[in-house]
T-cell receptor
């Protein structure tokens, strides 16, 4: 069964609005979750690492104020795209790790397709 | 530093074999392989750690050559279900928190 869920699966919004995407770890508690963005036919680009109980770590070039991440519990992380614009349209995928070592598998959620009109 | 995957795309007939390579300019600690079908999330295939590790499951196997800073994914007797885009994710330091950097992907198409 699924290890990670995301909600919603897809969302269409108007330019200037904010969109919240939820990522839930279903099988285990995850102290760390990752948020990726993927444009069509391109690679997975890490946006930020979400740490439970502390601030997220953002990758270079990712605007912290635009992509708000909240890791409120060991099973839930949320990504809020604030004041979305058409260029933010993309496939957003979260992933979770069972542990913190390199041997732990990273499981991906089903993704959320965001379309900003 | 993003790893380089080759080839970018490959087309096979069912039953044929394929090799996908993943190379890095930096020393690798681990390599993670995933397969993604169109519109879906990547699905985990396997992890390889430094030390010349090799792994396999069914007809998919992989090797890790730390001297060459390269990993290869081997698909033998390919099936239609193998079609998809294969990504390697690399970790360059043990203490990096398992932060993976993914290659551009290799699109594999298996035809009947």
């Amino acid at each position: 069964g699924a290890v990670v869920s995301q909600h919603p699966s897809w969302v269409i919004c108007k330019s200037g609005t904010s969109v919240k995407i939820e990522c839930r770890s279903l099988d285990f508690q995850a102290t760390t979750m990752f948020w990726y963005r993927q444009f069509p036919k391109q690679s997975l680009m890490l946006m930020a690492t979400s740490n439970e109980g502390s601030k997220a770590t953002y990758e270079q070039g990712v605007e912290k104020d635009k992509f708000l991440i909240n890791h409120a519990s060991l099973t839930l992380s949320t990504l809020t795209v604030t004041s979305a614009h058409p260029e933010d349209s993309s496939f957003y995928i979260c992933s979770v790790k069972r542990g913190s070592t390199s041997t732990d598998t990273q499981y991906f959620g089903p993704g959320t397709r965001l379309t900003v009109l | 530093q993003q790893p380089v995957q080759s080839p970018q795309a490959v087309i096979l007939r069912e039953g044929e074999d394929a090799v996908i390579n993943c190379s890095s300019s930096k020393a690798l600690y681990s390599v993670h392989w995933y397969r993604q079908k169109h519109g879906e999330a990547p699905v985990f295939l396997m992890i390889l750690l430094k030390g010349g590790e090799q792994k396999g499951h069914d007809k998919i196997s992989a090797s890790f050559n730390e001297k060459k800073q390269q990993s290869s994914l081997y698909l033998t007797a390919s099936q239609l279900s193998y079609s998809g885009t294969y990504f390697c994710g690399t970790e360059i330091e043990e203490t990096s928190g398992s932060r993976l950097t993914f290659g551009e992907g290799t699109q594999l198409t298996v035809n009947p």
